[in-house]
């Protein structure tokens, strides 16, 4: 059974930092791309960014750029998103989510993240940031 089941989300003041993990289960980890979206009430999915399965290339959403850090621990089966520097406009549910034909590079060169291509998803955790 695949499983992506994400933690690390709550509450943080403006300027503050959390480090959500996603750990993975259920289907060969290294060989898919995996990715971070997130959805705040009211408005569509959005991709925050993915890091390829093979050479480990990145992608940002422009506004996160800077401040949010996509890792992955292939041993672990586990991925990570690292933000700092946290705004109010961050505030939403973030999900984690693998993708097996490694469309990173497709948002890489164009700068569009779309949640079709992902096959697998986390339940989702909220993140909260106060102004």
């Known amino acids: 059974e695949v499983q992506l089941v994400e933690s690390g989300g709550g509450l943080v003041q403006a300027g503050g930092s959390l480090r959500l993990s996603c750990a993975a289960s259920?289907?060969?980890?290294?060989?898919?791309?995996i990715a971070w979206f997130r959805q705040a009430p009211g408005k569509a999915r959005e991709g925050v960014s993915c890091?390829?399965?093979?050479?480990?290339?990145?992608y940002y959403v422009y506004s996160v750029k800077g401040r949010f850090t996509i890792s992955r621990d292939n041993a672990k089966n586990t991925m990570y998103l690292q933000m700092n520097n946290l705004k109010p406009e961050d505030t939403a549910v973030y999900y984690c989510?693998?993708?097996?034909?490694?469309?990173?590079?497709?948002?890489?060169?164009?700068?569009?993240?779309?949640?079709?291509?992902?096959?697998?998803w986390g339940q989702g955790t909220q993140v909260t940031v106060s102004s």
């Open positions: 890091i390829s399965s093979s050479d480990g290339s990145t």
């Open positions: 259920g289907f060969i980890f290294d060989d898919y791309a």
């Open positions: 989510a693998a993708d097996p034909l490694n469309y990173c590079y497709t948002a890489q060169a164009t700068g569009d993240m779309s949640s079709f291509d992902y096959d697998y």
